[in-house]
């Protein structure tokens, strides 16, 4: 029996006014069936065949295989962020590359960014040091994890609690049958007290004070000689 993980979708982040500032929108992906991966040679000319489609080195692909990082009851991901045309040729050529697939996955995304960026914080993957605490508490270690921000502080309010399905698998991990499945509890979403109309004043306030002390000269305290210099000068 093999235990997969099912991950809920992350809450969403909001301002006062219910713009949202932190999205999961759609995203098209090319992933790979393990069975054929696990064949050096077939591993190879698919990779091949796909590095020119998606605009990834075949590199890269091997080194996201070599790191194992993902579920093998899952086909491998090899590239994220696909356009349209791009899903819709590899589909038409289905039969020149047998084991990939195209999936629907969510992305994090911030549309009013920079703005308030240092207050919504970004997405990363789970580090080495922090992998065991993660784990600890039902996340899988392949899943990005708030890294700043409201991101990380309210990170268990948003990212939910995982589900998960048991299948029955033979000796060559393919599946025979479900046995269970626990579906997840998505993430809260979250509503901050900042407007985003206020919040861009006070940042281009900010910046233009900046770039004026920047273009002011002052004196060196250190430097006697500049400062002779002004003085003589004015």
Not at 6 to 12: E, S, V, W
Not at 65 to 77: K, V
Not at 128 to 146: C, F, H, I, P, W
């Amino acid at each position: 029996v093999r235990t997969r993980a099912l991950l809920p979708q992350r809450g969403r982040i909001f301002d006062a006014d219910a713009r949202i500032v932190a999205d999961n929108p759609l995203s098209l992906a090319v992933t790979v069936d393990w069975a054929l991966l696990r064949d050096d040679t077939a591993r190879e000319e698919i990779f091949r065949r796909l590095s020119g489609w998606v605009d990834v080195p075949v590199e890269d692909m091997e080194a996201r295989y070599e790191r194992g990082i993902t579920d093998t009851l899952l086909p491998m991901p090899v590239a994220e962020g696909l356009s349209e045309a791009t899903a819709i040729a590899i589909k038409e050529r289905v039969e020149d590359l047998p084991g990939v697939q195209i999936v629907e996955t969510s992305r994090r995304t911030y549309p009013y960014a920079p703005l308030a960026s240092h207050v919504v914080g970004y997405m990363g993957a789970i580090t080495a040091e922090t992998k065991d605490l993660y784990v600890s508490n039902g996340y899988t270690q392949s899943e990005r994890v708030g890294q700043f921000g409201i991101e990380l502080s309210m990170e268990r309010e948003l990212h939910g609690v995982s589900g998960y399905v048991k299948y029955e698998v033979d000796n060559a991990s393919r599946i025979i049958r479900e046995v269970e499945r626990v579906p997840p509890i998505n993430g809260r979403d979250i509503q901050l007290t900042i407007d985003l109309d206020q919040q861009q004043y006070a940042e281009q306030v900010l910046e233009t004070q900046l770039l004026l002390r920047r273009q002011a000269t002052a004196p060196n305290p250190l430097d006697k000689e500049t400062n002779f210099q002004t003085r003589a000068f004015y």
